[in-house]
């Protein structure tokens, strides 16, 4: 693997039920980028999030699927977020009874002690959790709460930035946090993303609209078509993708838009 890579992946397939789903994905993201990938319904960008996270029922292969130089193929879900990796869900699930701040405290411990880190006891997390809410501007009030238990749409997508804030992953892939929100609720949840951009920590952004786009600055943005990567280039391709729609990207094969 190239070592300036945080994430490669070259020639990702999948499928689930006898269907197949992807069908050849290439990409490659360097530490501190940004990469949306965009596309109408049904091509394939929830399930490349899922299989990179290692959603069970995917039947995956590729010749390459590295993240941090190691193989994620051969990673528990569990193994791959004690590497680094984040995802933030479309659609975050509620887990009633289960305190936020107890499960937020819970994950942070369990990757700590992969590491071969000490344990944060409860006062210190406490302490840190509620320090990230602020930084963030989120309700403190949250942190009290069950997860994502009678949450608006919004606050749910906070509360994944929050715990994007707590673990402080590598990579975090986000799909569609866009999804459901208002205005008001776009900006903090963008406005989160970028205080959370650094150069160690990478962001793959699956959105349908350029709204999100318009708050975090792609590094470089995709388009994916039949399961694959059709066409890539700079933020001029969401333009290009604004005043065209997506039925111009031509065949699926990897191609430069300038």
Do not use: C
Request: aromatic share 6%.
């Amino acid at each position: 693997m190239n070592e300036r890579m945080l994430l490669q992946l070259r020639g990702l397939r999948a499928s689930i039920a006898g269907k197949q789903v992807l069908n050849g994905v290439d990409l490659e993201v360097r530490p501190g980028e940004v990469h949306a990938i965009m596309g109408p319904n049904g091509t394939g960008k929830s399930t490349l999030a899922a299989v990179l996270a290692g959603k069970p029922g995917y039947e995956v292969s590729a010749d390459v699927a590295q993240l941090g130089g190691v193989d994620l193929l051969g990673l528990e879900p569990e193994e791959r977020a004690h590497l680094g990796l984040f995802l933030g869900f479309q659609y975050p699930v509620e887990l009633p009874g289960v305190n936020n701040t107890y499960l937020l405290r819970a994950a942070l411990n369990a990757r700590r002690r992969a590491r071969g880190e000490s344990e944060i006891d409860a006062y210190d997390f406490l302490q840190t959790i509620k320090g990230k809410a602020r930084e963030l501007g989120f309700d403190e009030a949250l942190l009290a709460r069950n997860v994502n238990e009678g949450f608006s749409g919004g606050e749910r997508k906070r509360n994944e930035i929050l715990q994007l804030a707590v673990l402080e992953p590598r990579l975090a892939v986000l799909d569609e946090i866009d999804s459901g929100l208002d205005i008001d609720a776009l900006r903090q949840v963008a406005a989160g993303i970028n205080r959370l951009r650094s150069p160690d920590r990478s962001f793959v952004l699956i959105t349908h609209y350029r709204r999100l786009l318009d708050y975090v600055a792609a590094d470089k943005v995709h388009v994916m078509r039949d399961g694959r990567i059709a066409a890539s280039g700079d933020m001029s391709l969401v333009d290009q993708l604004e005043e065209r729609g997506y039925e111009w990207v031509g065949d699926p094969q990897p191609a430069l838009v300038d």
